[in-house]
């Protein structure tokens, strides 16, 4: 399983971007998916998560109301759409599958992961 991160991009504050992952071999039945960011200096941290079945999706505090997660029409892609972007959001984007197949299971741990996207750069200037 591979999976490719795709849409970053240098915006200015205020702005919006969408972010792609693209799953291979599979449809996203077999994946929960969650996207990720790591800024200059800190950890990495979970932002956005949605079940394999698609019921179920939350965010985490700072992007609440701002950013979207969605899956696309073809099963096989997964977006995060980000608006009213921020100069605390620039970092490195990545996105994370947990094997498990048509369940309402959300995974808000890195550790629970499988497998990872090599990210994507958002810059967001002031």
């Known amino acids: 399983v591979q999976l490719q991160a795709s849409g970053g991009g240098l915006v200015q504050a205020g702005g919006s971007l969408r972010l792609s992952c693209r799953v291979s071999?599979?449809?996203?039945?077999?994946?929960?998916i969650g996207w990720f960011r790591q800024a200059p200096g800190k950890e990495r941290e979970g932002i956005a998560y949605?079940?394999?079945?698609?019921?179920?999706?939350d965010y985490a505090d700072p992007v609440k109301g701002r950013f979207t997660i969605s899956r696309g029409d073809a099963e096989y892609s997964v977006y995060l759409t980000m608006n009213s972007l921020k100069p605390e959001d620039t970092a490195v984007y990545y996105c994370?599958?947990?094997?498990?197949?048509?369940?309402?299971?959300?995974?808000?741990?890195?550790?629970?992961?499988?497998?990872w996207g090599q990210g994507t750069q958002v810059t967001v200037s002031s």
């Open positions: 949605i079940s394999s079945d698609g019921s179920r999706i």
């Open positions: 071999d599979f449809t996203l039945d077999y994946f929960a």
């Open positions: 994370a599958a947990v094997v498990t197949y048509r369940n309402s299971g959300l995974y808000m741990r890195e550790n629970e992961y499988d497998h």
